[in-house]
């Protein structure tokens, strides 16, 4: 029915990432959680996946299920080798963040239905999504959060969308995701200085500073002139004691300013 090869089947329920069990007619019986791993092993397959890494992959997204599927349905999405989860409040569980094709789950009267795009449906632009984004950031920040990361899925290398959305996971504290986020859009947009000091932003506020410096001298060889870099900067160097190092660079940060 799912179009999977035995071989990935069976790899599966001897892994234990599904533990189908047995019907009347020895058939075998599978729950919703094996049904999505199962479904989301037939996209892999589809990429031409190797089956090794298809089981290393689902085997990161089976601890993320949930044991009951949740009224508003999951999203779960292929992402080149890897997989990834949406949950109802919009955050993706994933190694790299970057969609690029899903489907969507939900339950009716106690089964699974698959609920698939129709063909005649006009999806919007990434463009479109990154405008949509950027008028609901002030009334509703989950929906225009998701409508960035779908316009991200659809042009990986949208700085734009890659700037607002980090802005604003760092205006609500969100450090760690926006390290990964940055971690992203740096391998789509390497010579974006705003990219570089957001991921110097990130990585300042998790401690990880000598990372961090290493982030903001990137973005001040992509842009001399970014001046809240060099005052960033300025504080590393002198909380490492280098007075000399951090001089330079508020000096630099005040030459800017005026």
């Not at 089981?55 to 992402?79: F, M, Q, V």
């Not at 970014?226 to 940060?253: C, I, K, T, V």
Request: glycine share 6%; proline share 4%; aromatic share 6%.
């Amino acid at each position: 029915m799912l179009g999977l090869s035995r071989h990935i089947v069976t790899g599966l329920i001897d892994a234990g990432f599904v533990q189908p069990t047995r019907g009347k007619r020895n058939e075998l019986r599978f729950t919703f959680q094996d049904l999505a791993l199962l479904r989301t092993a037939h996209a892999l397959q589809a990429q031409s996946i190797p089956a090794r890494r298809i089981l290393r992959s689902l085997a990161r997204l089976k601890a993320t299920l949930p044991a009951e599927l949740p009224l508003t349905g999951l999203r779960i999405t292929a992402i080149g080798p890897d997989v990834a989860v949406r949950d109802r409040s919009g955050r993706l569980q994933s190694d790299s963040g970057q969609l690029l094709m899903d489907f969507e789950v939900a339950p009716v009267a106690g089964t699974v239905t698959l609920l698939e795009h129709a063909a005649s449906r006009e999806e919007p632009s990434a463009q479109e999504l990154f405008e949509q984004a950027l008028s609901l950031e002030e009334d509703d920040a989950a929906a225009a959060e998701a409508a960035y990361l779908q316009a991200l899925a659809l042009s990986p290398d949208l700085e734009d969308a890659y700037l607002n959305l980090g802005a604003m996971w760092a205006e609500a504290g969100r450090f760690i995701d926006l390290v990964r986020l940055s971690e992203a859009a740096l391998e789509n947009c390497p010579q974006s200085a705003l990219l570089h000091f957001n991921h110097g932003v990130a990585l300042d506020h998790l401690e990880r500073l000598d990372e961090a410096a290493a982030a903001y001298e990137r973005s001040l060889e992509l842009d001399p002139n970014l001046a809240d870099a060099h005052f960033n900067l300025a504080q590393l160097r002198q909380q490492a004691g280098d007075e000399r190092g951090a001089l330079r660079h508020y000096s630099a940060y005040r030459r800017l300013q005026r």
